[in-house]
């Protein structure tokens, strides 16, 4: 049985990490650390865990860390960097949840977070934790970077057609929509009930800190450098991530039966991504609450624009769920263990 830590247990990824791993059949969390909560039991804060996790928050410490298996931070950027050096040294093995990890060029990560990175000598070993893509590496890794949430529904989305250079990588858009979870659970006016029912808004338009991440990746796998327009937008709903993926096919021969072959033939082996049939609109409430991607394709008035619909929980694939299917590859369990079961729906 796996003995695993959380840093950081006071969030909805830190929750979530406990619903989740509270079913896995070969793990179980040993400590949860809130500097904030220290002592105060996990039910009493969460009380939907009552009965599933008898454990009480603990200030992090890192000799105790230590003893576990492997350690989770579902922390806000800038506390991993400060204690996985030292977590690693101890052999323990470490998945972050924030961003300390995804861009593997420090002054690139610093020009978007406004710091210098604590450790960045970690940056080209971090693997970067997308199961589909890097699973032979995460595999036999000792620290995993998880994507971020709008990041997972937009390479996945846009994954198999650079890989095949079908497609304008420098005429890239992605627009998705995310539910309020995605701003974490402190609060925020932008984020109160009054001010978000029935709205709907774009942010972040002039840049936002997962573009970088997304260029890394998607450019990774054309082989050169894409350019990618990313608008994010604001959903009046508390889970779920919907992205409308657009880019200019370079064949206009290639017909979207194809192309649908082609994306179940790359998606054949990945146990948490569905291509659905053509003609299908996914929606954000039949991922509620699992580890999967639905992903369709569309070809409007059969011109040369390409329509990538992708949609996930922000919360689990694009967070907690993604996190723990890392660490079945880590150490060579089941990938589904733990993450198996159908979507909350209604």
């Known amino acids: 049985m796996l003995k695993v830590g959380i840093v950081g247990g006071t969030g909805y990824t830190g929750a979530e990490l406990l619903r989740?791993?509270?079913?896995?059949?070969?793990?179980?969390v040993a400590m949860i650390t809130s500097r904030a909560e220290d002592g105060v039991p996990v039910d009493q804060l969460f009380p939907s865990l009552r009965g599933v996790c008898d454990l009480?928050?603990?200030?992090?410490?890192?000799?105790?860390?230590s003893s576990c298996d492997v350690v989770f931070f579902a922390t806000p950027h800038n506390v991993a960097m400060q204690l996985v050096p030292e977590l690693l040294a101890g052999g323990t093995r470490v998945i972050d949840l924030s961003a300390d990890f995804r861009i593997r060029d420090a002054a690139l990560w610093s020009q978007w977070y406004n710091e210098e990175h604590a450790c960045p000598e970690l940056l080209t070993e971090a693997v970067y934790g997308l199961p589909e893509r890097n699973s032979d590496a995460i595999k036999g890794a000792r620290l995993i970077a998880c994507p971020g949430c709008y990041p997972t529904a937009v390479e996945l989305g846009f994954l198999p057609l650079l890989e095949q250079q079908l497609i304008d990588d420098q005429r890239l858009i992605a627009s998705a929509a995310s539910g309020v979870s995605g701003?974490?659970?402190q609060a925020k006016v932008d984020t109160l009930f009054a001010e978000l029912d029935g709205s709907f808004k774009a942010y972040g338009v002039a840049g936002h800190r997962h573009l970088p991440e997304i260029e890394q990746e998607l450019s990774s796998a054309s082989g050169k450098p894409v350019q990618l327009t990313f608008t994010p937008h604001l959903l009046p709903q508390v889970r779920?991530?919907?992205?409308?993926?657009?880019?200019?096919?370079l064949?206009?021969?290639?017909?979207?039966?194809?192309?649908?072959?082609?994306?179940?033939?790359?998606y054949a082996d990945a146990p948490f991504v569905d291509v659905m049939p053509l003609g299908s609109l996914p929606q954000t409430r039949t991922v509620r609450g699992v580890n999967t991607c639905?992903?369709?394709?569309?070809?409007?008035?059969?011109?040369?624009?390409?329509?990538?619909?992708?949609?996930?929980d922000n919360l689990v694939k694009g967070a907690s769920g993604q996190a723990i299917q890392n660490m079945n590859l880590m150490f060579g369990l089941d990938e589904s263990a733990g993450l198996d079961g159908a979507a909350l729906l209604p």
């Open 240 to 249: 779920g991530i919907h992205a409308t993926l657009y880019s200019e096919l």
């Open 20 to 28: 989740l791993i509270a079913a896995h059949p070969n793990a179980e």
């Open 56 to 65: 009480a928050f603990s200030v992090p410490d890192v000799a105790a860390l």
């Open 183 to 185: 701003a974490g659970r």
């Open 251 to 266: 064949d206009p021969a290639v017909g979207l039966d194809e192309l649908q072959f082609m994306y179940e033939k790359r």
């Open 294 to 312: 639905r992903i369709a394709l569309h070809r409007p008035q059969n011109r040369n624009t390409l329509v990538v619909l992708s949609v996930i």
